[in-house]
């Protein structure tokens, strides 16, 4: 028969163990340089199995300017340093507008936005003044300077949108705002 001593240590033990499961989940949907979530996380909590989007809202493709130049001049730590610092003032940026997103860095240098409460122009909007607000943000790295510049492509999905669809269309976008 079962006292109530172990009853509280059970409860004790079942508190401890979600926090164990909880910090897991984090580490396994967290980029390793940047403080975002990794492509595991669009897969595993935006799209449903047959990956279409399971929400609606606006999807933001950002490339950092450089990055590839960078990393071949100096090394990938230089890189990810750089990467590093993008994240972390896009992450204040959003928090200090009080905008409803998810960061996700999706490969090398591009990072994915999804925006939820917005329409397309305040979207646009807090892009453009994150970019602009970013230039005026030096990377340093021994002597050399560099200014921490990005473009960007908006774009809105809905649910059950394919998620290849609507990041093709994305990159069709960010490449036409590059030229």
Same mark, same amino acid.
């Not at 492509?39 to 047959?50: C, V």
């Given at each position: &028969? @079962?006292?109530?001593?172990?009853? +509280?240590?059970?409860?004790?033990?079942?508190?401890? %163990?979600?926090?164990? =499961?909880?910090?897991?989940?984090? !580490?396994? +949907?967290?980029?390793?340089? #940047?403080?975002? *979530?990794?492509?595991?996380?669009?897969?595993? $909590? *935006?799209? #449903?199995?047959?990956?279409?989007?399971?929400?609606?809202?606006? &999807?933001?493709? =950002?490339?950092?300017?450089?990055?590839?130049?960078?990393?071949?001049?100096?090394?990938?730590?230089?890189?990810?340093? %750089?990467?590093? !610092?993008?994240?972390?003032?896009? =992450?204040?940026?959003?928090? /200090? @507008?009080?905008?409803? @997103?998810?960061?996700?860095?999706? *490969?090398?240098?591009?990072?994915?936005?999804?925006?939820?409460?917005?329409?397309?122009?305040?979207? /646009?909007?807090?892009?453009?003044?994150? $970019?602009?607000?970013? #230039?005026?943000?030096?990377? *340093?790295?021994?002597?050399?300077?560099?200014?921490?510049?990005?473009? +960007?492509?908006?774009? !809105?999905? =809905?649910?059950?949108?394919?998620?290849? #669809?609507?990041?093709? !269309?994305?990159?069709?976008? %960010? +490449? $036409?705002? $590059?030229?």
């Amino acid at each position: &028969m @079962h006292n109530d001593k172990d009853k +509280f240590v059970n409860i004790a033990e079942l508190n401890e %163990l979600k926090t164990e =499961i909880l910090t897991l989940r984090k !580490q396994l +949907f967290s980029d390793d340089i #940047s403080k975002t *979530k990794n492509r595991l996380w669009i897969y595993e $909590q *935006k799209l #449903s199995d047959n990956e279409t989007f399971n929400d609606f809202g606006f &999807m933001v493709s =950002i490339k950092i300017a450089n990055y590839e130049a960078i990393v071949k001049e100096y090394d990938s730590n230089v890189g990810n340093r %750089l990467l590093k !610092q993008v994240s972390d003032y896009m =992450i204040g940026f959003m928090k /200090e @507008h009080h905008l409803k @997103h998810e960061i996700v860095r999706y *490969k090398d240098a591009n990072f994915l936005i999804f925006f939820h409460g917005l329409n397309e122009e305040e979207v /646009e909007d807090n892009m453009v003044n994150m $970019q602009k607000s970013m #230039s005026n943000y030096k990377f *340093k790295y021994r002597s050399r300077m560099f200014m921490l510049t990005f473009s +960007f492509a908006v774009m !809105q999905y =809905i649910e059950n949108e394919s998620f290849a #669809s609507v990041l093709d !269309q994305l990159d069709d976008k %960010l +490449f $036409q705002n $590059q030229i």
